[in-house]
């Protein structure tokens, strides 16, 4: 299992991750007050340990501006929030050259009841299943990020996610936290991205950024 420490934005920050080697941190380029600018993020990055993949975080941003800090290697991946489509996603990994940039594309838990309605089966024990692949409009993405919302820092049922037959690697998002990280570990998600549950007074925590990644770690012992 990964994890990833979102919304750094100091040069503390990077020294926090550098120590604790998470295996992706993230730079929020979409307003928010985590936002970072692209000559920051490209300081931070050069700070940045080489072996810790740098996501972009973006919500519906022009497609250059991706594509420019991929390039420059400043972001490695990119999170779309946004309403990023099928189309948009084509043109971002044609945009970005001869190696597609990887795409992370977030679900909205809020979403799932709509699009069961839509797009079902049945178990063979009478338990209804949905499957990502048969109504989600992204086909190019390579992982789905499970959030209760656009950074909303809250949690949600995760129990709903026991009737996702879910097609990608994806990451589980929105509130986890030190109390809160085993039980969403033992969701089994491919990575758990933390934010707000790594920092204190709303500035990221070396103590809680290390224990975060010590607990995942754990969790992947045998």
């Known amino acids: ?52 993949p740098a996501v972009g975080v973006f919500v519906n941003a022009p497609i250059g501006e991706i594509t420019a800090l991929y390039r420059d290697g400043v972001i490695n991946i990119a999170q779309l929030h946004g309403g990023e489509d099928e189309g948009y996603i084509a043109r971002l990994k044609e945009a970005s050259g001869n190696t597609p940039i990887p795409v992370i594309k977030v679900i909205k838990s809020t ?14 024990h009478g338990e209804l299943k949905f499957k990502f692949s048969l109504w989600s409009p992204y086909l190019r993405e390579n992982y789905y990020l499970i959030d209760s919302g656009a950074g909303s820092g809250e949690t949600f049922d995760w129990g709903l996610l026991n009737s996702l037959n879910i097609d990608k690697p994806w990451f589980l998002a929105g509130g986890i936290n030190l109390d809160n990280i085993e039980q969403a570990t033992a969701i089994n998600p491919f990575g758990i991205d933390v934010s707000s549950g790594a920092e204190t007074d709303g500035v990221k925590d070396r103590e809680k950024i290390a224990q975060l990644v010590a607990a995942v770690r754990k969790g992947n012992k045998p």
Not at 111 to 124: A, I, K, P, V, W
Request: charged share 30%; net charge positive.
């Open 1 to 52: 299992m990964k994890i990833k420490i979102c919304g750094l934005s100091r040069e503390q920050d990077i020294d926090y991750v550098n120590e604790a080697r998470p295996d992706y941190c993230g730079f929020v380029f979409a307003e928010s007050r985590r936002q970072v600018f692209p000559t920051q993020a490209a300081r931070l990055r050069k700070r940045l340990a080489d072996v810790i």
């Open 111 to 124: 979403s799932f009841n709509n699009l069961s309605r839509r797009h079902g089966e049945y178990g063979e």
